[in-house]
């Protein structure tokens, strides 16, 4: 299970601030989601010319350029497809990436750490939410069938 927190700025205030919990998914997933998510938010404020995503896994969003096929492409996708749209209403829109290792000091950052550490969801079903009985139940399915 993960927790991820977005939030989106316009000159430093605080405009939309979204929390999502997922089950069942890697942390790559989850970062490119979160990319996803609020690059979609951005490009849909009236008055964005620039977009600065800032993140502590600067590997992951080199996935978004990523031609080649891989696990994550239909976050890919749909974030090249947001882009081109956000490109294509002004040619001068721009889109910068930021790189802000989990123990720098930055106080943005140490805001969203905090509200990601405090969260602390409970599950309804709680032996439910591991991949382990998530492919257990998918195989007695298989062998029920």
Partial sequence: MATLISHVHIHNRLVIKTIHHVVNVISTEVKLFTIRYSIN??????????????????????????????????????????????????????????????????????IVDKETKKFNLTPIFPCKSSWDFSRKNKYNTILNN
């Fill in 41 to 110: 938010w951005a490009i849909h404020l009236p008055n964005v010319k620039c977009i600065l995503v800032i993140t502590d896994s600067i590997h992951t969003v080199k996935r978004i350029f990523n031609l080649s096929s891989h696990l994550y492409q239909i976050h890919s996708v749909a974030i090249s497809g947001k882009l081109r749209e956000f490109f294509q209403k002004d040619s001068n829109n721009s889109i910068k990436f930021l790189d802000c290792p989990s123990n720098c000091k930055w106080s943005l950052y140490n």
